[in-house]
């Protein structure tokens, strides 16, 4: 199919108004996104709009108008809500969602008994919409799965000879579609954050809710509100990772990741190849550049993409929301003070794939070492063990461990006023060591409840029998002596439900299994 090219003189927008009212698809710039429009009551121009696309049809299409008014003939009614948002905003980036008239066929509203309204505030795309004396049903102007269109340049690369014309009406303003809110459910609902915010929204029709969608992926057994929740959108080609980092850290983390590429704010100081977009406080800088610099990443052949995180209030919202979809979900929050904490229990290996790590360049925080540290010749801490468990565990200001472990460990009360005073201390130091990638190595992560100060905790085990083995070779014990030890821990099954990864240490590959695990995480 030959496909057109239109400028925007009245005589090319009067020639792509006639296309689109003879049932032809004809793309346009909006102040969001570039649409894909058809005459929204030809059923058959509809349907082709999905075919152009490759968009699965139970995806609705949004129907823009030119004026306030031509929504009366969409609707059932235009309810107060709907008048008040009309009023305060269209024109604009926002589009409502009511019940449809039996104007409004099966196909455009994906088979739903409700239809997306919008008024552009595009001056070009409304002119269009008058010349073709409909309504037009528009989705963003890309292949499905790719990020929208901002510029013209993007609708050529996927729409060329699909589609019958395109108008080159240069860079969209905000760079994200419009806002998406339902008023069909008792409660207004957004289904997509844009660049009219819900404080915006609030400010004209009292609370509103956020579909949890916006922010968070959906559960398989979800029902999407809106069905273009559930498809995996914005996808560029390279796997995409959000850093939840601030300037600094964000900059020590990627500066050290070779290979990959940075998607970072403007003034960021990254040494590794990078696509900006936009400037740290402005989300509106952000909104418009991120599409863009999605597809310039693919572009460049990145292949690993980390990426600034976005505020998520205003605008931001919109920005968080399509860049977590770029990245599937992935976040490494580095905010917590250790990236990796890795326990279990005893002779399982957890030194071993310690090592691994070391050699990844991860610092190592050794929970037993600092223990050991803290609890050295003349340390303040003797003094508050001696008080508890007697004066005699502490001669000439050395600790007597073998006798505090007699008293320590003998019940479950006595364990507990020792970790009461020992886990404070450790957990104080192991915070202040901890810079950049850091692996807390602990034992006792769980005991001293240290889980919720790790990104992820990874879990070392191994059989019974093969640690026991290790444990008599190791510390020179008898095999009952190394039965007790063990019994005093939590079994295998704990770790395997408390932890987000396992390692099995068995005499496994546990290099491989670390690299698999670290290519998830990170
Ligand atoms: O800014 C925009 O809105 C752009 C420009 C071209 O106007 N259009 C756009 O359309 O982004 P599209 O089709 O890519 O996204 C429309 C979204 C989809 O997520 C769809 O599921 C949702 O709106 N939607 C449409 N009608 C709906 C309905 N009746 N109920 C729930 N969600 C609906
Ligand atoms: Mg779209």
Do not use: W
Request: glycine fraction near 6%; charged fraction near 25%; charge should be negative.
């Amino acid at each position: 199919m030959e496909t057109k090219l239109f400028g925007t003189s009245e005589y090319d927008i009067a020639e792509a108004g006639k296309m689109i009212a003879e049932g032809k698809l004809v793309a346009f710039p909006t102040e969001t996104v570039y649409g894909l429009g058809a005459n929204a009551l030809n059923e058959t121009a509809v349907r082709n709009i999905y075919l152009a696309k490759g968009r699965p049809s139970d995806n609705p299409l949004i129907v823009h108008i030119a004026e306030k008014e031509d929504i009366v003939p969409l609707v059932k009614e235009v309810t107060p809500k709907a008048k008040a948002l009309i009023d305060a905003f269209f024109p604009a980036p926002l589009t409502i969602i009511l019940n449809k008239s039996d104007k409004v066929g099966k196909v455009v509203s994906g088979g739903l008994d409700t239809v997306a309204v919008r008024m552009p505030k595009n001056e070009i795309a409304r002119k269009l919409i008058k010349a073709s004396g409909c309504p037009i049903a528009a989705p963003s102007a890309n292949t499905s799965g790719l990020p929208s269109p901002t510029r013209v340049k993007y609708v050529i690369d996927d729409m060329m000879g699909k589609i019958d014309g395109i108008i080159d009406g240069g860079d969209c303003e905000y760079g994200v579609e419009s806002t998406v809110i339902t008023l069909a459910t008792d409660v207004p609902t957004l289904l997509r954050p844009g660049a009219i915010t819900k404080e915006m929204i609030e400010a004209v029709i009292g609370e509103i809710t956020v579909a949890p969608a916006v922010l968070e992926g959906m559960k398989n057994d979800e029902v999407a509100a809106s069905p273009g929740m559930k498809y995996k959108h914005y996808a560029p080609k390279a796997k995409v990772v959000i850093v939840n980092a601030d300037k600094k850290e964000y900059e020590r983390f990627v500066n050290a990741q070779k290979g990959a590429f940075a998607l970072c704010f403007d003034d960021d100081e990254v040494t590794i190849p990078k696509v900006t977009f936009g400037r740290e406080n402005d989300d509106l800088s952000q909104a418009k550049e991120l599409f863009d610099s999605l597809r310039e990443l693919d572009e460049m052949g990145a292949k690993k993409v980390y990426a600034r995180i976005p505020h998520k209030d205003g605008v931001g919202m919109a920005v968080y929301n399509r860049l977590i979809r770029a990245a599937a979900f992935c976040i490494i929050d580095l905010t917590k003070p250790f990236t990796v904490g890795l326990t279990g229990p005893t002779g399982a290996g957890k030194s071993y794939v310690c090592e691994i790590f070391r050699q990844k360049g991860f610092k190592i925080i050794d929970c037993d070492k600092i223990a050991h540290e803290l609890t050295a010749k003349n340390a303040p801490i003797l003094t508050e063990l001696a008080s508890e468990f007697g004066e005699d565990v502490v001669k000439n200001g050395e600790l007597d461990r073998k006798l505090l472990a007699s008293r320590a460990f003998d019940t479950k009360e006595h364990t507990k006023k020792l970790n009461s005073i020992l886990h404070p201390a450790i957990i104080k130091r192991c915070k202040e060591e901890a810079n950049g990638l850091t692996v807390l190595d602990a034992s006792q992560l769980f005991e001293a409840n240290m889980q919720n100060d790790c990104y992820k905790v990874i879990g070392v085990l191994a059989d019974e029998n093969v640690r026991i083995k290790r444990i008599i070779a190791r510390d020179n014990i008898t095999e009952q002596q190394a039965k007790l030890r063990m019994s005093a821990q939590f079994d295998n099954d704990y770790f395997i439900d408390n932890c987000d990864y396992i390692i099995y240490n068995n005499g496994e590959d546990i290099a491989a299994q670390t690299d698999n695990i670290l290519e998830v995480i990170l």
